[in-house]
Nanobody, 123 residues
């Protein structure tokens, strides 16, 4: 059983930064993976970044490499997405997700999802 709650979205100017948080309540055993996705109006949900919870190994979409950083705080059981150099095309609802399989997660079929948080980047 997993519960995920995102926060930290908002309105920011192009070139600015935001840090998203995902508070995770996880009651499962074994290895699991967490990630961030985003969805703009009229577009498909898009993979942003993922992390192996135990090892910290990270994965990024090409569109955000060098600008976004995914991380986690083990003590707080919280996932983060630090977003720098934001662009208007980053505007979307951002979701965190969790799955026991990295491929399932990476392809947008994660077992658990948060409610989403809106990120709007003005130009």
């Amino acid at each position: 059983q997993v519960q995920l709650v995102e926060s930290g979205g908002g309105l920011v100017q192009a070139g600015g930064s935001l840090r998203l948080s995902c508070a995770a309540s996880i009651r499962t055993f074994g290895t699991y993976f967490m990630g961030w996705f985003r969805q703009a109006p009229g577009k498909e949900r898009e993979f942003v970044a993922a992390i192996t919870w135990s090892s910290g190994l990270t994965y990024y979409a090409d569109s955000v490499k060098g600008r976004f950083t995914i991380s986690r705080d083990n003590a707080k059981n919280t996932l983060y997405l630090q977003m720098n150099s934001l662009k208007p095309e980053d505007t979307a609802v951002y979701y965190c997700a969790c799955d026991r399989n990295i491929v399932t997660l990476r392809t947008g079929r994660g077992s658990y999802w948060g409610q989403g948080t809106q990120v709007t980047v003005s130009s």
